[in-house]
C-alpha cells in the first residue's frame, strides 16, 4: 500500500477512535507504541497524526507526544451551525436531483432504523442515523456539497453522538427523518428544509451541553504532566 494511502487508513482508524470516544481528550498517542500496536512504520502514524492535526483533532506538541485535543465549546458550535446549513441544502437539493436509486436507499435507512432501534445499542442507531445524512447529502448529486459534508460530519462525529444520548427517542428520530423522506418524495424543497431544520434545531445547544459537562469533568482531572518523546 502507497505511504500516502497508508497514512490516510491510519488517520481514519485513529479518527474513528476519537469520535467514538475509544481515545478521549487528553490521551496520549505515542507514535513508536501506537505504530507497533497498528503494526506499520513510523513514518505513515506520523503522517497520520499530521493529517489528524490539521483536522484539530490532535495537538502537536514539541519534543512530547501529540494528545487528542479537547473539544473547543466555540468552534464545535461554528462547525454545527454549518453542518445544519450543509444538511439543510443538501435536503432542498435532493428534492430536485435525487435519483429513484437515491430515494430508496433513504428509504431503506430509514425502516431499518425503525426495524432495530429497539433491539440495537445507542452506537448502532446512532450509526444508522448518521448514515441517513451522508445519504443525503449524497443525494443532492453535488459532490462538493457531499464532501464538505462528510468531513463536518466526522469532525462532529464524537459530540453528536454524546448529544443524541440526551435526546434518544423512538418517535422523535424516526418521526423526524420520516418527515425528511416524505418531504423528498414529494419534491417539496421548502418542506425539506424545514424537516431537516426542526430535526436538528436541538444540535448545537445539545453538542454545548455535553462539552461543558466534559471540561467540568476535565477540571476535576488534572492532566498527565509527563508525556513522552516519540
Not at 70 to 92: C, N, P, Y
Request: charged share 20%; hydrophobic share 40%; glycine share 4%.
Amino acid at each position: 500500500m502507497p505511504e500516502d494511502t497508508l497514512a490516510e487508513h491510519i488517520a481514519a482508524q485513529l479518527r474513528h477512535n476519537i469520535l467514538r470516544g475509544t481515545l478521549p481528550p487528553g490521551t496520549l498517542i505515542k507514535e513508536r507504541d501506537t505504530a507497533a500496536e497498528m503494526r506499520v512504520s513510523r513514518t505513515p502514524m506520523r503522517e497520520a497524526i499530521r493529517i489528524l492535526a490539521k483536522e484539530g483533532l490532535v495537538l502537536l506538541r514539541p519534543a512530547r507526544s501529540p494528545i487528542v485535543a479537547r473539544l473547543d465549546a466555540k468552534a464545535v458550535a461554528d462547525q454545527a451551525q454549518v453542518l445544519i446549513a450543509l444538511e439543510m441544502l443538501s435536503a432542498q437539493l435532493a428534492c430536485q436531483h435525487a435519483t429513484p436509486a437515491d430515494i430508496a436507499h433513504l428509504t431503506q435507512l430509514c425502516h431499518d432504523m425503525a426495524r432495530e432501534f429497539t433491539s440495537s445499542s445507542a452506537q448502532q442507531i446512532f450509526e444508522r442515523d448518521m448514515a441517513f445524512h451522508s445519504a443525503l447529502a449524497q443525494a443532492s448529486q453535488n459532490r462538493a456539497l457531499a464532501q464538505t459534508h462528510q468531513r463536518y460530519l466526522q469532525r462532529l462525529w464524537y459530540p453528536r453522538f454524546r448529544a443524541a444520548e440526551i435526546r434518544r427517542s423512538a418517535q422523535r428520530v424516526l418521526g423526524e427523518h420520516d418527515d425528511i423522506l416524505h418531504a423528498i418524495c414529494q419534491r417539496n424543497a421548502h418542506a425539506a428544509g424545514q424537516a431537516v431544520e426542526t430535526h436538528l434545531r436541538q444540535l448545537a445547544s445539545d453538542i454545548h451541553a455535553q462539552i461543558a459537562a466534559q471540561q467540568s469533568g476535565a477540571n476535576d482531572t488534572p492532566e498527565n504532566p509527563t508525556g513522552e518523546t516519540v
